[in-house]
């Protein structure tokens, strides 16, 4: 059993940065693919980036590639995600997920476990 708590959405404007943090409880983290998820008013949730149980595996979605940085820290059972050159279009409440054996990195079905959400808000 894997519980996720997110944090470190806000408000900001169109180029600055955020960092989100999930903490996760639970002796599973380590061994979980660890994925960040996003969903915006009226649209479905969608993919954003992810990382292996070791952290030496990660993979983005296009729209997010270049600008965010998703990491690790097993010994502190929290993953990050980095949010450089925020854009409107990622206004959205942000998920964290685990998955132990996940069929796919990018597919919200692979993951058992998800947090509350956290809501991100860019302006222009």
């Known amino acids: 059993q894997v519980q996720l708590v997110e944090s470190g959405g806000g408000a900001v404007q169109a180029g600055d940065s955020l960092r989100l943090s999930c903490a996760a409880s639970g002796r599973a983290f380590s061994s979980a693919v660890m994925g960040w998820f996003r969903q915006a008013p009226g649209k479905e949730r969608e993919f954003v980036a992810a990382i292996s149980s070791s952290g030496a595996v990660t993979s983005y979605a296009n729209s997010v590639k270049g600008r965010f940085t998703i990491s690790r820290d097993n010994a502190k059972n929290t993953v990050y995600l980095q949010m450089n050159g925020l854009k409107p279009e990622d206004t959205a409440v942000y998920y964290c997920?685990?998955?132990?054996?996940?069929?796919?990195?990018?597919?919200?079905?692979?993951?058992?476990?998800w947090g509350q959400g956290t809501q991100v808000t860019v302006s222009s």
């Open positions: 997920a685990a998955a132990q054996s996940p069929f796919s990195y990018v597919r919200a079905g692979s993951y058992d476990y």
